[in-house]
Nanobody, 115 residues
Framework: VQLVESGGGLVQPGGSLRLSCAAS????????MKWFRQAPGKGRELVAN????????NYADSVNGRFTISRDNAKTTVYLQMNSLKPADTAVYYC?????????WGRGTSVTVSS
């Protein structure tokens, strides 16, 4: 199982970024996917999740209405569109999949929201 995040960077408050997580090594279309984030000095927080077919999504209250999770099963990629970014969104963002009894994580992509 391999998960590779990309798309992070430095953005001004109010700006947008689109994160991608390219997955391989498992049957991507059979598994729900999640995005987490970890801000400096804080624990890892669940940001959003999406079912295997993409028909159901859920969001943390802190990002609801600003972030959108989506997936392309043909490309085995999950996305996180982030709009109206705030300094509080500064964190390393990780994608995750649960397979059997194991949780698999990517190495993360860093997002910094600052003027």
């Amino acid at each position: 199982v391999q998960l590779v995040e990309s798309g992070g960077g430095l953005v001004q408050p109010g700006g947008s970024l689109r994160l991608s997580c390219a997955a391989s090594g498992f049957t991507f279309s059979s598994y729900n996917m999640k995005w987490f984030r970890q801000a400096p000095g804080k624990g890892r927080e669940l940001v959003a999740n999406i079912t295997c077919s993409g028909d159901i999504t859920n969001y943390a209250d802190s990002v609801n209405g600003r972030f959108t999770i989506s997936r392309d099963n043909a490309k085995t990629t999950v996305y996180l569109q982030m709009n109206s970014l705030k300094p509080a969104d500064t964190a390393v963002y990780y994608c995750q999949v649960l397979i059997s009894v194991g949780a698999y994580w990517g190495r993360g992509t860093s997002v910094t929201v600052s003027s």
